[in-house]
């Protein structure tokens, strides 16, 4: 293992306290360790807050600023953050309109999110939450029950941000997050392993021939270990995943914020068909080039031409990384013209920026 680290122990440290150091506009808070805008609370507007392990840069930390995120929890490298640190950071960011939790579906953070829903409303905090659970490629993972939160967290954390910024309520923010959630999509496919740095190994180990279909952003297996041959072929069979395996009903969690419990809700991933208007984003997991990126982009808009579905946004590059895995997600999320609105709306975070 080559890294630019010092000691295992202290990684998640040091680049926290790099990433506050160049952008000054965030407060990296310590013991319990979380991050938030240095100008929260942001009085009368709803707050946000994610997080989970760290490894994924930029999201989520990345993602904290104005039209986004107004805290975010990192844990250690794929690992969790605890109820703690999302408790304290939810008091630190509450400016009175109440504070939403954006979950991505993975075990540890469901449990560690949850203890801290209910520890944030006993303290008579507004609180609200919404899953994330577009990675189509697998039902039960080795870190979940359910489909996977992966990359489309990243564009809910920019409209809901955008949506709080205009001063919408929590409940509705609430309602336009499930929504966001069943409309979006999510693929990765992995020529390469990352190497966390506990481990000082790759996670798994491919053959110049091979590419894990379906990979999660802990490196962890997905549909199967398949053929690679070609750029156009890996993309075709992504999209083609994405088209026939959008449709899926389960049973969720939700925090009931008038009873102050939680309860179970059937909802419905709605699959993309001819005529969808979407946002794609062609996501780096760690150490693909940008040039092969846009290489990935350029047959993905042909193969969404061919199906009847108008791209009318796009994202290129690393969003939602899995530390230096060489492979790539691809994300499509159904918009109108309202969500549309919400995303070319002004956002400044150190990560994604325009508008400002």
Not at 61 to 68: I, L, Q
Not at 83 to 103: F, H, N, R, S, T
Request: proline share 4%; net charge negative.
């Amino acid at each position: 293992m080559k890294k630019l680290i010092n000691k295992v122990e202290s990684v998640l440290e040091e680049q926290l306290l790099g990433l506050a150091e160049a952008h000054p506009e965030l407060l990296v808070h310590q013991e319990p360790v979380f991050v938030t805008r240095a100008d929260a609370p942001v009085a009368g507007k709803v707050a946000i807050l994610s997080g989970g392990g760290s490894g994924h840069e930029p999201m989520h930390c990345g993602f904290v600023g104005e039209g986004m995120l107004d805290g975010a929890c990192p844990g250690e490298i794929f690992t969790s953050p605890t109820p703690d640190k999302m408790y304290e950071c939810g008091q630190a960011i509450d400016g009175g309109a109440g504070v939403l939790l954006i979950i991505k579906n993975y075990t540890g953070d469901i449990l560690n999110f949850e203890t801290a829903t209910e520890l944030l409303h006993d303290s008579g905090i507004q609180v609200a939450t919404v899953l994330v659970d577009d990675d189509v490629a697998v039902k039960d993972s080795l870190f979940t029950a359910g489909r996977r939160g992966v990359a489309n967290t990243v564009l809910m954390e920019k409209l809901l941000g955008a949506a709080t910024a205009r001063g919408d309520s929590l409940d509705s923010i609430v309602t336009l997050g499930h929504n966001i959630n069943n409309h979006g999509h999510s693929i990765g496919i992995a020529l390469g392993a990352c190497t966390v740095p506990a481990a000082g190994k790759p996670s798994f180990v491919l053959a110049e021939n091979e590419m894990e279909f379906g990979v999660g952003i802990h490196g962890e297996p997905g549909i199967a270990r398949r053929p690679f041959t070609t750029l156009n072929a890996a993309v075709d069979d992504m999209f083609h995943t994405l088209i026939d395996h959008g449709h899926y009903q389960r049973t969720i969690r939700v925090w009931d914020r008038q009873q102050g419990e939680w309860r179970d809700e059937v909802q419905t991933k709605q699959p993309l068909t001819r005529g969808d208007r979407v946002i794609a984003l062609v996501n780096n997991l760690g150490a693909t080039p940008l040039s092969e990126l846009y290489g990935v982009y350029h047959r993905l808009a042909e193969r969404c031409a061919e199906a009847g579905m108008i791209v009318e946004r796009s994202l290129v590059g690393s969003y939602c990384t899995s530390l230096d895995m060489q492979g790539v997600s691809i994300t499509l999320l159904k918009v109108d013209d309202e969500l549309l609105s919400l995303w070319d709306a002004p956002v400044k975070t150190p990560a994604l920026r325009w508008g400002c």
